[in-house]
């Protein structure tokens, strides 16, 4: 009896160390992947002048197990501006995931969008974003190559979409912080990697080196136009939002996509 005692309890003590190993395992987030590779069902469209869920053109489509956005639908681009969207919003977490540029521009497009691309963060829900409100109030992972011309410009930079960040301690009011990163040729896959600690602390990474941070990402700011003034409260503190794809006129593919939940 004593000794059937004893495995009852040896038992007991496993399964509650199991229980509880699995609670700290599940606190602590495991990587999730965003994207199937298949299709765009976990995905919301919005594009400038367009209704939400408006894939005009099929700007946003799924090629070869990659999301592209693609602009052989297009006559012109006509300010287009578009974003595609996570279905659920994140706070504290750590993102990864894989860009490279497509020889493809359309060169209506502003001359800035010329191979620049991004990752909104932190955006207000698409579901709020207007007909004609051109880009989601949110912080941006910005996405640069060099300009085909052999001078390198830096990725993995950040700007500031109706909002502010603190940087190197007090409210930095330029609309781009330029990240430390050295540059990489346009059509070579890069590693981006978003680090966010709710409206604390946000760190870029590229292909696994720090190249920027920062503190206290807020609304405020301009470029935005078109919103609704409502969602726009200038100081609040982004404490989450959701994360979207950008596209500018300018071909790009992600892949590899997915995200762990940090405490």
Not at 3 to 20: E, G, R
Not at 83 to 110: M, T
Not at 113 to 136: A, E
Not at 226 to 247: F, N, R, S
Request: hydrophobic share 30%; aromatic share 12%; glycine share 10%.
């Amino acid at each position: 009896m004593r000794f059937t005692h004893h495995i009852v309890l040896l038992f007991i003590s496993v399964f509650l160390f199991s229980c509880a190993d699995t609670e700290r395992s599940t606190k602590d987030g495991e990587w999730k992947s965003l994207f199937n590779g298949k299709d765009l069902d976990d995905w919301i469209v919005k594009l400038h002048r367009h209704e939400v869920g408006d894939n005009y053109g099929d700007t946003f489509r799924v090629v070869d197990g990659v999301i592209q956005v693609n602009y052989d639908n297009y006559d012109e681009f006509g300010d287009r501006f578009a974003h595609l969207f996570y279905k659920e919003p994140f706070s504290s977490y750590h993102l990864k995931f894989e860009y490279r540029f497509r020889d493809q521009w359309l060169e209506d497009a502003p001359s800035y969008t010329y191979l620049n691309s991004g990752v909104m963060f932190h955006s207000q829900d698409p579901h709020t974003i207007l007909k004609d409100q051109d880009w989601p109030i949110s912080v941006e992972y910005q996405i640069l190559s060099d300009n085909r011309d052999g001078n390198p410009r830096p990725t993995g930079n950040m700007c500031s979409p109706g909002t502010d960040v603190a940087y190197e301690g007090k409210i930095d009011d330029r609309h781009c912080i330029n990240s430390s990163d050295g540059g990489h040729a346009w059509d070579e896959w890069v590693k981006g990697e978003l680090i966010v600690y709710g409206s604390s602390r946000v760190i870029h990474k590229v292909n696994g080196e720090v190249v920027l941070e920062y503190t206290q990402p807020q609304i405020g700011g301009g470029v935005v136009n078109g919103y609704d003034p409502e969602i726009k409260v200038d100081g609040k503190l982004l404490t989450e939002g959701y994360i979207a794809l950008q596209g500018e006129g300018q071909g790009i593919e992600f892949r590899n996509i997915k995200i762990k939940t940090l405490e």
